[in-house]
């Protein structure tokens, strides 16, 4: 019987989390109570795919807890990840809002907890609260301007396009501590496919850059001391 309690207690606590996403910031409550009363949460290991290019959109999603990236394939079957989403962030909502097949995979980087809300419930809410355009509208300016700059820098040296990329995870999940800014410590081989470099490139700049005392690496965490003197490295 306490073990049906704690569910029910975190399940509540699950629901009550989703509502503090920014997609929901400004939003009347009881807007957000509707669009949120069929949330189902579930948690997943590392390394699970949670979505597949070309399922059909369903449900969107929040990213409760953890970390998950958004990958596709080039031409030459290679992988290559576009982003990496963590607390807060939402995905899937292209799909749900032009209703057609997702053109992405998403899989979870670690343990992840995430809240899908029906793809209907969140059309209705854009098509009812005003301000709910706006915030995906802002979404989708936010995401355009990050892959552009990356593009821009995709004739740039190693330690600019590596700094750029750091820049990225800052900008989207960066948390401001004590120390500086934190992002979360990815493997060598998630930055070198969202730099478009060699893994033993990247992980030849991280060293140098931690030499240089512009990032301090501590486990699952990488900490930015500088933002603003990382950037000046950007060519």
């Known amino acids: 019987m306490e073990d049906r309690y704690n569910s029910r207690e975190l399940n509540t606590s699950l629901n009550a989390l989703i509502r503090t996403a920014p997609f ?4 009347p409550e009881l807007a957000v109570d509707k669009a949120t009363a069929h949330v189902v949460t579930r948690t997943h290991p590392a390394n699970q795919v949670i979505l597949l290019e070309n399922d059909w959109g369903g449900s ?3 990213i409760l807890n953890g970390w998950a990236k958004i990958r596709t394939y080039n031409l030459d079957g290679k992988e290559v990840t576009l982003n990496i989403l963590g607390k807060g962030e939402l995905f899937g909502e292209m799909a749900a809002m032009d209703e057609v097949p997702r053109s992405t995979d998403v899989i979870t980087l670690t343990p992840t907890t995430i ?3 029906p793809a209907a419930d969140f059309v209705q809410l854009i098509h009812t609260e005003p301000m709910a355009g706006v915030r995906l509208a802002q979404l989708m300016a ?3 301007r990050q892959v552009n700059r990356r593009l821009r820098l995709r004739e740039s040296d190693s330690m600019s396009r590596v700094a750029d990329t750091l820049l990225f995870l800052a900008e989207g999940q960066g948390k401001k501590a004590t120390k500086g800014t934190e992002i979360p410590n990815l493997p060598h081989r998630e930055l070198s496919s969202l730099s478009g470099l060699a893994r033993e490139t990247v992980t030849r700049v991280l060293t140098k850059l931690e ?3 512009l990032i301090q690496r501590e ?3 990488l900490c930015i001391p500088d933002v603003q003197a990382l950037e000046r490295l950007i060519a």
């Open 24 to 27: 929901f910031t400004g939003l």
């Open 60 to 62: 969107v999603y929040f």
């Open 219 to 221: 486990h699952d965490i």
């Open 115 to 117: 809240g899908s809300m």
């Open 211 to 213: 030499k240089k005392g």
């Open 142 to 144: 936010r995401r355009l």
